[in-house]
Structures are given as C-alpha cells and as structure tokens.
C-alpha cells in the first residue's frame, strides 16, 4: 500500500491550501481515510477521517474550516484547508484503514506563518 500524499507548503494567516492523498496497492476493503497531524512536541491528533460510506468526522478546531472529501473511483482523499491559523502549523499525515490494518502517508509539512 502507498500513500502519497501533496499539497502541503507555506501559507499566511487567512490563507487556503489544499492537501491531497493518492492511495494505491489496494487489495482488500477500505472503511476509512483521512488526515492527521504532528506539531512540534505534541502527540498526533486527528484532523478530519472519512468512511468509505460518506461518513466523515472532524477534530473541534477545524469543524467548518477544513472539509474533506473522497474520490472513490481515483483512490484519493483531499483536505481542503480555509482561514487558517499559527495553530494548524504541523506536518500533516494521510491515514488509510481497512480488512489488512493501517497505513500511513510519509507526512507533509504545513506553516502557517506570515
């Protein structure tokens, strides 16, 4: 299984950016993906997950600011990131679970910063 995951760079307080990660090497049932991410000195938290049934669920601090959505004929889930903030400043991560275990991306950086 890969992940690859895109999108990630420098963006200024109030910006937008869109993450992108294209999963492949799939040969067993997907119930979830989604995105985490990893401050500097804090655990890795949830940011945003999706089933492959359309459920979706969202950490308290990005409720309303970063939708995610799946591509199921590509494979692919995106995080689209609005107003954001020092706060979501982490290196970010796709996560992929099903019938075979967890998967994870190699993680892309995220600063915010102006």
């Known amino acids: 299984v890969q992940l690859v995951e895109s999108g990630g760079g420098l963006v200024q307080p109030g910006g937008s950016l869109e993450l992108s990660c294209a999963a492949s090497?799939?040969?067993?049932?997907?119930?979830?993906l989604g995105w985490y991410r990893q401050a500097p000195g804090k655990q890795r938290e949830m940011v945003a997950i999706t089933t492959t049934r359309g459920g979706t669920d969202y950490a308290d601090s990005v409720k309303g600011r970063f939708p995610i959505s799946l591509d199921n004929t590509k494979n692919t889930v995106n995080l689209q990131m609005t107003n954001m903030n020092s706060e979501d400043s982490a290196v970010y991560y796709c996560?992929?679970?099903?019938?075979?275990?967890?998967?994870w991306g190699q993680g892309t950086q995220v600063t915010v910063s102006s």
């Open positions: 996560s992929l679970r099903g019938s075979r275990g967890s998967y």
């Open positions: 090497g799939i040969f067993f049932e997907v119930w979830l």
